[in-house]
C-alpha cells in the first residue's frame, strides 16, 4: 500500500476534508455529482486525487509522507511531548488523525517533533557523538547570542545561510521515565547543486538548487551531557563546544562519550536469555551467528536456525564444526542475530510482535530504541544477558 493509500485509509474523512480545505484544494468539486461529503470513501478520494494536477499531487504526497513517518511509537512519544498541551492530541482517536491534525494546526510544532524524532532514534548510532558538559546550567535566550552562533555555524561550514531553532521538550528513557531536555535544529545551506528534469512542454533541463542540511544539538541538564547528531565525525566536537560556550556560556573539554560497545563471547554456548515476568519476554532464540577462528582475522563461518524448527545454532555446530565441543575456545563471535518474540500487550490481541536484533562487533546494533520494547531490551536487556561491555 502506497504512504497516500496508508494516511487516506487510516484517518477518519472529517479530518481529511479538514487537510484538502486547509491545502486549497477543491477536492470536493472534483468529486463525481452524486457522491456527498457523508458518501465520500477512501476508495473515492484516492480515485480524485489521481485525477487532479501533478503539482497537487506531488504536494499532497509530500506532506502524507511527512504525516505516516510520524505514526510510529517514537513519532507519536514525540509529539506528545513537545506540546505544552497534550489533551487535545490525546483525545484523538488514531496515530494518523493525530499526526495530520498537528500537522495542520501547528506546522512548527510540528516540524519540532519531526527533530524530536530524529535525534532520538540516532542515539548511540553512528551519526551520534555524546559529550561531557555542564550539569543545570540555563539556556541563553539572548538574541544576540544565538545571532553569534549562528555566525560561527557559517564560518565553520564557509556557507552563506544559517538558523539556529532552539526548544524544550521531554525526551522518553524508560518506562515511565522522562527526562527535561533542550533541543538545538542548526538549518544550513548547502552548495549549489544542479539536477535534471522536465518543464511544462516536457524538455530537459537544469534546475539549480541550495539543499538544507540539518544538525541537532540535544543537551540533558540533569546529565550535562551534550548529543550531537550529524553526518560526518569532524565537526561534532567543535559544535558541542561552540554550543556550550555560547549557548551555554561554559567553556568543556570536548571529552566524548565512547559508544556502547558489545561482548559477544555468552554467545558461543547454549544461552537462556533471563527475563522478568512483567516484561512480556516469550521467547529469545539465536537465528544466526557470524563466527571467526580466533587467529583469522574476518569471520568466515555462518550458522543458522529457524523460529519454527526445534534445532538451534548449536545444533548445527555440533553436526557441522570439527572443534564444536570446544567453541569458545577455538573461535569468536563477529555478529549476530538474534529475536525476541513478545507476548500480547492486550487480552483482545492474539498477534505477537517479534523484534530481530542484529549486533556486530565492536558497536554496531539495529536497535533504534523506537518503541518501549526496544528501550527496554537495549537499556535493560542487553546488559543483563552479558552482551554489553563495561567502558
Not at 487516506?8 to 455529482?33: A, C, H, M, S
Amino acid at each position: 500500500m502506497t504512504t497516500m493509500a496508508r494516511v487516506i485509509r487510516n484517518t477518519p474523512i472529517p479530518r481529511l476534508v479538514d487537510y484538502f480545505k486547509w491545502r486549497g484544494l477543491d477536492i470536493e468539486g472534483q468529486l463525481p455529482g452524486e457522491v456527498s461529503q457523508r458518501g465520500w470513501t477512501a476508495t473515492t478520494l484516492l480515485k480524485t486525487l489521481g485525477t487532479m494536477a501533478e503539482s497537487s499531487q506531488a504536494m499532497v504526497l509530500a506532506d502524507f509522507e511527512r504525516i505516516h513517518e510520524m505514526t510510529d511509537e517514537a513519532g507519536q512519544w514525540a509529539m506528545l511531548h513537545v506540546a505544552a498541551n497534550r489533551k487535545p492530541l490525546q483525545e484523538l482517536g488514531s496515530h494518523y488523525e493525530r499526526a495530520l491534525w498537528l500537522f495542520m494546526d501547528d506546522p512548527v510544532l510540528f516540524r519540532q517533533a519531526e527533530e524530536a524524532r530524529f535525534a532520538d532514534t540516532r542515539r548511540q548510532g553512528r551519526m551520534w557523538s555524546g559529550f561531557v558538559g555542564p550539569r543545570g546550567v540555563a539556556v541563553s535566550q539572548d538574541p544576540e547570542d544565538h545571532r553569534r552562533f549562528e555566525e560561527k555555524v557559517r564560518l565553520i561550514f564557509d556557507t552563506r545561510n544559517a538558523r539556529l531553532d532552539l526548544f524544550e521538550r521531554l525526551r522518553v528513557e524508560a518506562k515511565e521515565q522522562v527526562s527535561r531536555v533542550l533541543q538545538a535544529v542548526i538549518y544550513r545551506e548547502g552548495l549549489p547543486d544542479t539536477q535534471l528534469a522536465f518543464n511544462e512542454t516536457g524538455e530537459l533541463e537544469l534546475h539549480s538548487h541550495r539543499p538544507v542540511y540539518e544538525v541537532s544539538i540535544v543537551y540533558e541538564p540533569g546529565s550535562g551531557i551534550i548529543e550531537v547528531v550529524a553526518n560526518g565525525t569532524e565537526n561534532r566536537a567543535r559544535l558541542a563546544r561552540l554550543f556550550a560556550e555560547i549557548i551555554l556560556r561554559q567553556g568543556i573539554l570536548g571529552m566524548r562519550i565512547p559508544l556502547r560497545q558489545y561482548d559477544l563471547s555468552p554467545l558461543l554456548q547454549p544461552y537462556d536469555f533471563p527475563s522478568d515476568p512483567d516484561d512480556g519476554i516469550d521467547a529469545v532464540k539465536v537465528l544466526r551467528l557470524q563466527l571467526r577462528r580466533r587467529e583469522a582475522e574476518q569471520a568466515h563461518l555462518a550458522l543458522l536456525a529457524k523460529w519454527d524448527k526445534r534445532e538451534t545454532v548449536y545444533d548445527h555446530a555440533r553436526q557441522s564444526l570439527i572443534f564444536a565441543d570446544d567453541m569458545p575456545n577455538e573461535y569468536a563471535v563477529d555478529e549476530v542475530l538474534f529475536s525476541v518474540r513478545l507476548r500480547p500487550t492486550r487480552k483482545s490481541s492474539w498477534r505477537r510482535r517479534t523484534i530481530n536484533i542484529s549486533i556486530a562487533l565492536p558497536n554496531g546494533c539495529n536497535l533504534k530504541s523506537k518503541t518501549e520494547q526496544e528501550r527496554m531490551i537495549c537499556d535493560k536487556y542487553l546488559p543483563r544477558w552479558g552482551l554489553v561491555k563495561e567502558v
